[in-house]
């Protein structure tokens, strides 16, 4: 999936790759599981018109998997970030986890627009802008470890970050 949605991007020069794309999609959803596709797509593609059915159907279906993944009423824990496999280097890797941290606050920031974060999503947020910050210059058993605990982290809070939400937008209509 990495590599079709990283084709696709590439293919209509968008100014990103599918880690970055993914974040942003995983962060509006995490505000508004009902988040439009076509919202996304608008931010990935200058003239997302130009894409063809085939490309088109390869990013709708990544953003359909992504809020079918962190939609609540799903049982199993099996929503992740969208990331190079395993057998890339590990400085790419670290640079696509730097990069959808980047894209999932863009999408947070883009879904919602209050400066007040519900419950623990402001902590959860100063972490992640940490992590942009990360340096994807690694190499070596111990930053292989690291970055299998941050990617467990993340997985874990962007869950945080969505129920949060969820749950005062549950408060505030009552």
């Known amino acids: 999936m990495y590599q079709a ?7 209509y020069d968008a100014d990103m790759g599918a880690a970055e794309a993914h974040g942003i999609a995983v962060g509006m959803l995490c505000v508004e ?14 003239e997302q018109n130009d894409l063809t059915a085939e490309d088109q159907t390869i990013m709708v279906d990544l953003f359909e998997r992504s809020r079918e993944l962190l939609d609540p009423e799903t049982e199993e824990f099996s929503f992740d ?19 959808w941290c980047q894209g999932f606050l863009f999408g947070v920031g883009y879904a919602h627009t209050s400066a007040e974060w519900p419950g623990d999503s402001a902590e959860v947020m100063r972490d992640l802008i940490e992590l942009t910050k990360i340096d994807s210059d690694v190499d070596g058993d111990d930053d292989e470890a690291a970055l299998i605990e941050i990617h467990e982290y993340l997985r874990a809070a962007v869950l945080t970050v969505r129920d949060q939400f969820a749950e005062s937008k549950n408060t505030s209509m009552h």
């Open 5 to 11: 949605v990283n084709t696709v991007l590439e293919k």
């Open 33 to 46: 599981l009902k988040a439009d596709v076509q919202n996304w797509l608008h931010e990935l593609f200058v």
């Open 81 to 99: 970030l969208l990331l190079p496999d395993d057998d890339e280097s590990l400085s790419e890797q670290v640079e696509a986890l730097r990069v």
